[in-house]
């Protein structure tokens, strides 16, 4: 089986969407992540809810854990705005990009192999041909598991 056969489609957002939009999706979908692409539809990274949450939270109560006593649930209604108008790409972790991705022709254990060494929650599933790569879908760690449990 190939990485081209396990991939599926899954909730995902550009770097210039709306942050809000993204994190309401996420919370929709009880995901804990989204997979983020380029405008043009290739794979960049994940979102993590987790980083949401933490652009949510005003810094200085990051830095000071009493001061998030303080804030009552009227207030903690407020923090949810801090989203608003951004886009996705100022909530995605610093560093280098989050997602592993595949080749569409990947063994089912050369995805496992990437996962694991990126310790990521999906892997991209990507074709390409030439300079055009084009996006088929992800394999999440779920899927994953079910197909390499599955009984022979």
Excluded at 33 to 61: F, K, N, Q
Excluded at 90 to 109: E, S
């Amino acid at each position: 089986m190939r990485a081209r056969d396990l991939a599926r489609d899954y909730p995902s957002v550009t770097l210039s969407s709306d942050a809000l939009a993204a994190a309401q999706t996420l919370a929709r979908g009880r995901l804990p992540v989204l997979l983020v692409t380029e405008d043009d539809g290739r794979p960049h990274s994940v979102l993590p809810a987790a980083g949401l949450i933490s652009a949510l939270v005003p810094s200085y109560v990051v830095e000071d854990p009493a001061l998030s006593a303080v804030i009552d649930e009227r207030h903690a209604d407020v923090l949810g705005r801090a989203l608003a108008g951004r886009p996705v790409r100022d909530c995605l972790p610093a560093g280098r990009p989050t997602l592993p991705v595949a080749d569409a022709d990947d063994t089912v254990v050369e995805v496992a192999a990437l996962m694991a060494r990126w310790h990521s929650p999906l892997v991209a599933v990507v074709e390409r041909h030439g300079r055009v790569t084009r996006t088929l879908g992800v394999i999440t760690a779920t899927d994953l598991l079910d197909r390499l449990l599955e009984p022979r």
